[in-house]
């Protein structure tokens, strides 16, 4: 019976091969606009209904303490001030995203310090906890003692039992320990020609689109205008300037669009310019003058929203 059904099937296909034709190409533009509507979700969460009660405990977690999402910017170069520099500047200007974005910025480790501080007696070693236990019941065995009508105030000073924990905050200090490496208040190596900074963003875990908008978005802060105008300043023979960001093959381009009557070798020293001011690697393309458009824009973002 399929064998029949197949054969009938072949001779209405061959015999009528226009309308076939007009049919698959119907359901392949269905088909493709179907696919073009899929969205990937790589969150486990988004799997399970928003009922569970699991689900409910994540989301309240996630309130208070955010995801486990984690964008890590490094920055390596010889000179430690600029790359700290880099840091504090970078961090002020993520910092300026909305909240349901970016949670936080974790650029110094300060935070951190002033955290262990506040709650040292939350990290005390067995034995110094046993002493604080003993110091703490002896003052309120004293103070018991106090409000007992048969009690004898000698005038002693200091009174006989005190609450004092400077020494045990002191000795275990030892247990506070950054989570990478320290330079000068910076995470980071290499007597601070290599340091990172960690942005946390909102939620549990950043669907693909959402990381890399979010990547876009700080690599857009990267560059600055007055850095492109110092380029330009640092050779005369170009007129207008113009950097252009692209996206090729998964990957961020950059390149410069200058403007000049030419000169042999130009190109690969405005490179080395653009580099050293950016520290950014770009490629330079020059044109003739009067080919960038006079609309007062000196960095183009060409890369694709999605």
């Not at 296909?13 to 533009?29: D, G, K, Q, R, Y």
């Not at 936080?104 to 300060?110: A, C, F, Q």
């Not at 200058?258 to 580099?275: R, S």
């Amino acid at each position: 019976m399929l064998e029949s059904f197949f054969k009938r099937f072949l001779r209405w296909s061959t015999t009528h091969w226009a309308i076939f034709f007009a049919l698959c190409v119907v359901v392949l533009a269905v088909s493709i606009f179907s696919a073009s509507q899929l969205q990937l979700r790589s969150s486990l969460k988004e799997l399970l209904p928003e009922r569970y009660q699991s689900v409910v405990q994540l989301n309240r977690m996630l309130d208070r303490v955010g995801g486990i999402s984690v964008l890590t910017v490094t920055i390596e170069s010889d000179n430690v001030e600029a790359n700290k520099k880099f840091v504090d500047d970078l961090s002020q200007k993520v910092e300026t995203l909305p909240r349901d974005e970016v949670r936080y910025v974790n650029s110094k480790v300060t935070p951190i310090r002033e955290f262990y501080e506040k709650n040292i007696l939350h990290f005390v070693d067995r034995e110094d906890l046993k002493t604080l236990y003993t110091r703490l019941k002896r003052v309120i065995d004293y103070e018991k003692i106090k409000r007992s009508p048969l009690f004898l105030d000698l005038g002693e000073d200091p009174p006989p039992a005190t609450l004092q924990f400077d020494d045990i905050k002191e000795r275990n200090r030892k247990n506070v320990k950054m989570p990478l490496a320290v330079v000068d208040d910076y995470y980071g190596g290499e007597e601070g020609r290599f340091l990172i900074m960690m942005i946390r963003p909102q939620g549990a875990a950043l669907a693909v689109d959402r990381a890399r908008a979010l990547i876009a978005k700080v690599k857009g802060m990267v560059v600055r205008p007055e850095q492109i105008a110092e380029i330009a300043k640092r050779h005369p023979e170009l007129s207008r300037v113009r950097l252009v960001v692209t996206r090729e093959a998964e990957q961020d381009a950059m390149t410069l669009h200058a403007e000049t009557a030419g000169g042999e070798g130009l190109a690969d020293a405005v490179a080395a310019t653009l580099q050293s001011v950016t520290k950014l690697k770009g490629a330079v393309k020059l044109v003739a003058p009067g080919s960038l458009p006079n609309d007062g824009k000196v960095i183009a973002d060409e890369r694709p929203v999605s």
